[in-house]
């Protein structure tokens, strides 16, 4: 069973910036393609970024332009770049497979306050 653990959270103010980590425990990592998930207080957990095991990228709207995600498949680690944070950003952040078959890990925290 491959654990999830995220990192990189944190309080930031709008238009600041903040670099997310998801480290894998399986070398089956990097055979599978990955994504960054949030989950705001009250809403449904939402993909924002994909990325293929070759490094193919897809964003979603709400973030496209800001977000960057990126692995390091010899690390078994992936990361979200977040550049020009909005209030709306505010959420849990987590990391899954593309299709979140893996077992969630707790999140890191990113909270988007002046």
């Known amino acids: 069973q491959v654990q999830l653990v995220e990192s990189g959270g944190g309080l930031v103010q709008p238009g600041g910036s903040l670099r997310l980590s998801c480290a894998a425990s399986g070398s089956i990592f990097r055979f599978v393609a990955m994504a960054w998930y949030r989950q705001a207080p009250g809403k449904q957990r939402e993909k924002v970024a994909t990325?293929?095991?070759?490094?193919?990228?897809n964003y979603a709207d709400s973030v496209k332009g800001r977000f960057t995600i990126s692995r390091d498949n010899a690390k078994n680690t992936m990361y979200l770049q977040m550049d020009s944070l909005k209030p709306e950003d505010t959420a849990a952040y987590y990391c899954?497979?593309?299709?979140?078959?893996?077992?969630w890990g707790q999140g890191t925290q990113v909270t988007v306050s002046s």
């Open positions: 899954n497979t593309e299709s979140s078959r893996w077992t």
């Open positions: 990325i293929t095991r070759g490094g193919d990228t």
